[in-house]
């Protein structure tokens, strides 16, 4: 079976209440690919159960409001919010334990990709949540990839180095975890995203979606939902 496409906005730390209904209102009244899969996620949650965390949010608050997807490992939390690698791939495992599955982000810096380092550090990343699930676990998983020098430049990867990435990861889904992971494990892309440049990107094999930050809040969103129609 074909995977579904599956398209998350991520509003990071922007709107109030008229601007985030705006974009509602716009979603609401807009014809949609009713094969991509879109939904209301977290943009993190704590790997403890309940307790003294202030400004933490736990797994069952979410699922408590009805909240069934959390953005964890974001590039913006591991390098502004210093969070590592061992932290986040707890998180993830409290999440996928707790019910709620997990947008699970990766990606190089510039550096990083100037240093040809890009598929180790995903590797790195990757393999640090494989160390706390077990196979069965990543059907609870989409993978994000956002190279970290794409978000929010307006430097989007170019359709072939998506796609090497994303076959990388394709492959190493297949050697670390099951052939079933390699095969239904969505990974999805992440960093400049737009109206113009979403259905190249969307014609890559192994480009199952996006993650979409500044071009979520704007009317454009419908487009890159409907990237593949
Ligand atoms: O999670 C989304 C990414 O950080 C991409 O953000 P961007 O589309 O503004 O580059």
């Known amino acids: ?54 400004g933490e949010i736990s797994v069952e608050q979410l699922r408590d409001n009805k909240i069934n997807w959390a953005v964890i490992g974001h590039s913006e939390r591991r390098v502004i919010l210093k969070e590592s690698d061992e932290f986040i791939a707890r998180k993830t495992k409290a999440a996928i334990e707790g019910g709620v599955s997990v947008i699970f982000c990766i990606g190089e810096t510039l550096e990083e990709r100037e240093g040809n380092q890009t598929i180790e550090v995903v590797t790195r990343q990757l393999n640090a ?67 113009k440049n979403c259905r190249e990107l969307a014609t890559q094999p192994d480009v199952d979606g996006f993650l979409v930050g500044g071009a979520s809040l704007k009317p454009a969103f419908v487009d890159i939902i409907n990237a593949r129609i």
């Open 1 to 54: 079976m074909p995977r579904q496409f599956f398209v998350g906005g991520n509003f990071k730390m922007n709107g109030v209440a008229q601007s985030i209904t705006d974009i509602v209102k716009n979603l609401n009244g807009a014809k949609l690919d009713d094969t991509t899969e879109i939904g209301v996620a977290a943009q993190n949650v704590y790997d403890k159960p309940n307790g003294a965390f202030t």
């Open 129 to 195: 949540v494989a160390k706390e699930l077990s196979a069965e676990q990543w059907a609870k998983v989409v993978i994000a990839y956002e190279p970290v020098w794409a978000i929010g430049t307006g430097k989007v990867a170019t359709t072939e180095q998506a796609q090497e990435v994303h076959a990388a990861i394709r492959k190493w889904l297949g050697e670390a975890i099951s052939a079933q992971a390699q095969e239904n494990v969505r990974v999805i892309y992440g960093g400049s995203v737009s109206e």
